[in-house]
Protein backbone atom coordinates (compact mmCIF):
# COMPACT_ATOMS: atom_id res chain seq x y z
CA UNK A 1 0.00 0.00 0.00
CA UNK A 2 1.69 3.05 -0.80
CA UNK A 3 -0.92 5.85 0.71
CA UNK A 4 -0.96 7.77 3.70
CA UNK A 5 -0.47 5.53 7.06
CA UNK A 6 -0.82 5.88 10.80
CA UNK A 7 -0.27 4.70 13.73
CA UNK A 8 -1.73 3.77 15.78
CA UNK A 9 -5.53 3.87 14.53
CA UNK A 10 -7.02 4.43 17.91
CA UNK A 11 -5.69 5.59 21.49
CA UNK A 12 -7.06 5.44 24.53
CA UNK A 13 -5.30 6.87 27.37
CA UNK A 14 -6.39 8.48 30.98
CA UNK A 15 -6.49 12.66 31.16
CA UNK A 16 -2.70 13.75 32.00
CA UNK A 17 -1.39 11.23 29.81
CA UNK A 18 1.05 11.98 26.89
CA UNK A 19 0.37 9.53 23.93
CA UNK A 20 2.77 10.37 20.43
CA UNK A 21 1.05 9.16 17.11
CA UNK A 22 3.40 8.72 13.63
CA UNK A 23 2.54 9.48 10.17
CA UNK A 24 4.08 7.99 7.23
CA UNK A 25 3.70 10.09 3.89
CA UNK A 26 3.56 8.43 0.69
CA UNK A 27 7.23 8.37 -0.26
CA UNK A 28 8.14 11.24 -2.81
CA UNK A 29 6.22 13.80 -0.71
CA UNK A 30 7.75 16.72 0.62
CA UNK A 31 4.90 18.42 2.58
CA UNK A 32 3.01 16.89 4.64
CA UNK A 33 0.44 18.34 7.10
CA UNK A 34 -1.76 17.49 10.57
CA UNK A 35 -5.29 18.08 10.76
CA UNK A 36 -7.71 17.75 13.94
CA UNK A 37 -11.20 16.44 13.10
CA UNK A 38 -13.73 16.70 16.28
CA UNK A 39 -16.96 14.70 15.96
CA UNK A 40 -19.73 16.20 13.39
CA UNK A 41 -16.90 18.73 12.23
CA UNK A 42 -14.42 19.51 8.96
CA UNK A 43 -10.68 18.92 9.42
CA UNK A 44 -9.02 21.72 11.03
CA UNK A 45 -5.28 22.60 9.84
CA UNK A 46 -3.18 22.43 12.67
CA UNK A 47 0.60 22.30 11.36
CA UNK A 48 2.50 21.39 8.10
CA UNK A 49 6.08 20.90 6.76
CA UNK A 50 8.15 21.41 3.73
CA UNK A 51 11.09 18.52 3.98
CA UNK A 52 12.25 18.81 7.86
CA UNK A 53 10.81 22.16 8.57
CA UNK A 54 7.78 23.18 10.34
CA UNK A 55 6.34 26.23 8.76
CA UNK A 56 3.34 26.71 9.92
CA UNK A 57 1.46 26.04 12.95
CA UNK A 58 -1.72 27.14 14.00
CA UNK A 59 -3.07 28.94 17.21
CA UNK A 60 -4.83 25.69 17.93
CA UNK A 61 -1.84 24.19 18.27
CA UNK A 62 -1.48 24.76 22.54
CA UNK A 63 1.74 24.41 23.88
CA UNK A 64 1.19 20.86 25.07
CA UNK A 65 1.19 19.61 21.16
CA UNK A 66 4.40 19.15 19.07
CA UNK A 67 5.17 18.09 15.87
CA UNK A 68 8.82 16.81 14.32
CA UNK A 69 9.60 15.27 11.19
CA UNK A 70 13.41 15.12 11.56
CA UNK A 71 14.80 13.44 8.61
CA UNK A 72 11.70 15.10 6.34
CA UNK A 73 10.12 11.03 5.84
CA UNK A 74 7.45 10.18 8.76
CA UNK A 75 6.35 12.89 11.24
CA UNK A 76 5.27 12.44 14.80
CA UNK A 77 2.56 14.27 16.87
CA UNK A 78 3.19 14.47 20.72
CA UNK A 79 0.50 15.63 22.99
CA UNK A 80 1.47 16.18 26.77
CA UNK A 81 -0.74 16.46 29.27
CA UNK A 82 -3.76 15.22 27.85
CA UNK A 83 -7.26 16.83 28.41
CA UNK A 84 -10.39 15.35 27.41
CA UNK A 85 -11.38 18.10 24.64
CA UNK A 86 -8.20 16.37 22.98
CA UNK A 87 -10.46 14.03 21.79
CA UNK A 88 -10.52 13.59 17.94
CA UNK A 89 -9.85 12.05 14.94
CA UNK A 90 -6.32 13.19 14.14
CA UNK A 91 -5.36 13.70 10.52
CA UNK A 92 -2.07 13.15 8.26
CA UNK A 93 -1.77 14.42 4.50
CA UNK A 94 0.92 14.65 2.33
CA UNK A 95 1.39 16.39 -0.85
CA UNK A 96 3.83 17.20 -3.38
CA UNK A 97 4.80 20.48 -3.99
CA UNK A 98 4.95 21.44 -7.87
CA UNK A 99 3.06 23.85 -10.23
CA UNK A 100 -1.00 24.49 -9.63
CA UNK A 101 -2.83 22.54 -7.80
CA UNK A 102 -0.86 20.19 -4.92
CA UNK A 103 -3.83 17.31 -4.03
CA UNK A 104 -3.62 16.89 -0.43
CA UNK A 105 -3.69 12.63 0.44
CA UNK A 106 -5.31 12.12 3.76
CA UNK A 107 -4.24 9.00 5.97
CA UNK A 108 -7.01 6.93 7.63
CA UNK A 109 -6.73 9.21 11.31
CA UNK A 110 -5.94 8.35 14.72
CA UNK A 111 -9.11 8.17 16.79
CA UNK A 112 -8.42 9.41 20.13
CA UNK A 113 -10.02 9.17 23.38
CA UNK A 114 -9.12 10.75 26.52
CA UNK A 115 -11.29 9.72 29.65
CA UNK B 1 -18.76 33.59 11.36
CA UNK B 2 -17.04 30.78 9.98
CA UNK B 3 -14.68 31.17 6.74
CA UNK B 4 -16.47 28.20 5.58
CA UNK B 5 -20.50 27.25 6.04
CA UNK B 6 -21.74 24.24 4.97
CA UNK B 7 -24.88 22.76 5.99
CA UNK B 8 -24.59 19.32 7.81
CA UNK B 9 -28.06 17.79 7.35
CA UNK B 10 -28.64 15.02 7.34
CA UNK B 11 -29.80 14.51 3.81
CA UNK B 12 -31.74 11.65 2.72
CA UNK B 13 -32.84 10.72 -1.17
CA UNK B 14 -33.77 7.97 -3.21
CA UNK B 15 -31.68 5.86 -5.01
CA UNK B 16 -31.41 8.09 -8.94
CA UNK B 17 -32.20 11.01 -7.51
CA UNK B 18 -30.07 14.57 -8.27
CA UNK B 19 -28.12 15.61 -5.13
CA UNK B 20 -27.40 18.89 -4.53
CA UNK B 21 -24.66 19.92 -2.26
CA UNK B 22 -23.39 23.34 -1.75
CA UNK B 23 -21.41 26.07 0.85
CA UNK B 24 -20.46 29.48 0.76
CA UNK B 25 -17.27 31.42 1.91
CA UNK B 26 -16.33 34.71 3.27
CA UNK B 27 -12.69 34.94 2.12
CA UNK B 28 -11.99 36.27 -1.36
CA UNK B 29 -8.31 34.86 -1.41
CA UNK B 30 -9.59 31.37 -1.94
CA UNK B 31 -8.96 30.36 -5.42
CA UNK B 32 -9.15 26.25 -5.48
CA UNK B 33 -12.74 24.82 -4.66
CA UNK B 34 -12.48 20.58 -3.09
CA UNK B 35 -15.31 18.69 -2.74
CA UNK B 36 -13.79 15.63 -0.36
CA UNK B 37 -15.78 12.72 0.46
CA UNK B 38 -15.60 10.61 4.14
CA UNK B 39 -16.40 7.48 5.16
CA UNK B 40 -17.52 6.96 8.80
CA UNK B 41 -14.22 6.63 10.28
CA UNK B 42 -11.97 7.17 7.26
CA UNK B 43 -9.94 9.98 6.15
CA UNK B 44 -11.14 12.07 3.22
CA UNK B 45 -10.70 11.20 -0.26
CA UNK B 46 -10.69 14.07 -2.99
CA UNK B 47 -13.76 13.88 -5.58
CA UNK B 48 -13.21 16.54 -7.18
CA UNK B 49 -11.44 20.48 -7.40
CA UNK B 50 -11.74 23.57 -9.23
CA UNK B 51 -9.44 26.15 -9.76
CA UNK B 52 -11.54 29.55 -9.77
CA UNK B 53 -14.81 29.83 -11.16
CA UNK B 54 -16.23 27.71 -13.88
CA UNK B 55 -17.63 24.33 -13.92
CA UNK B 56 -16.37 20.86 -14.26
CA UNK B 57 -17.76 17.45 -15.06
CA UNK B 58 -16.42 13.71 -13.89
CA UNK B 59 -18.90 11.20 -14.61
CA UNK B 60 -21.99 11.54 -12.41
CA UNK B 61 -20.32 14.43 -10.27
CA UNK B 62 -20.22 17.82 -11.19
CA UNK B 63 -18.47 20.66 -9.52
CA UNK B 64 -19.60 24.49 -9.91
CA UNK B 65 -17.82 27.68 -8.64
CA UNK B 66 -19.29 31.48 -8.30
CA UNK B 67 -16.90 33.47 -7.26
CA UNK B 68 -18.85 36.46 -7.22
CA UNK B 69 -21.54 35.10 -4.84
CA UNK B 70 -18.80 33.20 -2.98
CA UNK B 71 -20.82 29.96 -3.45
CA UNK B 72 -19.88 26.41 -4.48
CA UNK B 73 -21.86 23.51 -5.34
CA UNK B 74 -21.58 19.58 -5.83
CA UNK B 75 -24.02 17.61 -8.12
CA UNK B 76 -24.29 13.98 -8.19
CA UNK B 77 -26.50 12.38 -10.79
CA UNK B 78 -28.00 9.11 -10.89
CA UNK B 79 -27.29 8.78 -7.11
CA UNK B 80 -26.27 5.12 -5.57
CA UNK B 81 -26.20 3.96 -2.21
CA UNK B 82 -22.41 3.53 -2.74
CA UNK B 83 -22.58 7.74 -2.45
CA UNK B 84 -23.95 7.32 0.97
CA UNK B 85 -21.10 9.25 2.63
CA UNK B 86 -20.12 12.96 4.15
CA UNK B 87 -19.13 15.42 1.88
CA UNK B 88 -16.62 17.75 3.08
CA UNK B 89 -16.15 21.19 0.62
CA UNK B 90 -12.79 22.58 1.10
CA UNK B 91 -10.56 25.51 -0.22
CA UNK B 92 -7.04 26.94 -0.02
CA UNK B 93 -5.58 29.77 -1.85
CA UNK B 94 -2.73 30.12 -4.34
CA UNK B 95 0.70 28.67 -3.67
CA UNK B 96 2.26 32.28 -3.20
CA UNK B 97 -0.66 33.61 -1.01
CA UNK B 98 -0.99 33.75 2.63
CA UNK B 99 -2.66 29.81 3.97
CA UNK B 100 -2.25 28.53 0.94
CA UNK B 101 -0.77 25.28 2.30
CA UNK B 102 -3.47 24.71 4.42
CA UNK B 103 -6.96 23.74 3.54
CA UNK B 104 -10.36 25.22 5.15
CA UNK B 105 -12.81 22.26 5.33
CA UNK B 106 -16.55 22.84 5.82
CA UNK B 107 -18.43 20.68 8.57
CA UNK B 108 -19.34 18.48 5.81
CA UNK B 109 -23.13 17.29 4.82
CA UNK B 110 -23.66 13.58 5.69
CA UNK B 111 -26.02 11.91 2.70
CA UNK B 112 -27.49 8.93 2.91
CA UNK B 113 -28.74 7.37 -0.38
CA UNK B 114 -31.66 4.97 0.07
CA UNK B 115 -32.23 1.83 -2.54
Known amino acids: DTGVSQDPRHKITKRGQNVTFRCDPI?????LYWYRQTLGQGPEFLTY????????KSRLLSDRFSAERPKGSFSTLEIQRTEQGDSAMYLC?????????????FGPGTRLTVL | QKEVEQDPGPLSVPEGAIVSLNCTYS??????FMWYRQYSRKGPELLMY????GNKEDGRFTAQVDKSSKYISLFIRDSQPSDSATYLC???????????????FGKGTKLSVIP
Open chain 1, 49 to 56: FQNEAQLE
Open chain 2, 90 to 104: AMSGMESGAGSYQLT
Open chain 2, 27 to 32: NSAFQY
Open chain 1, 93 to 105: ASSLLGQGFNEQF
Open chain 2, 50 to 53: TYSS
Open chain 1, 27 to 31: SEHNR
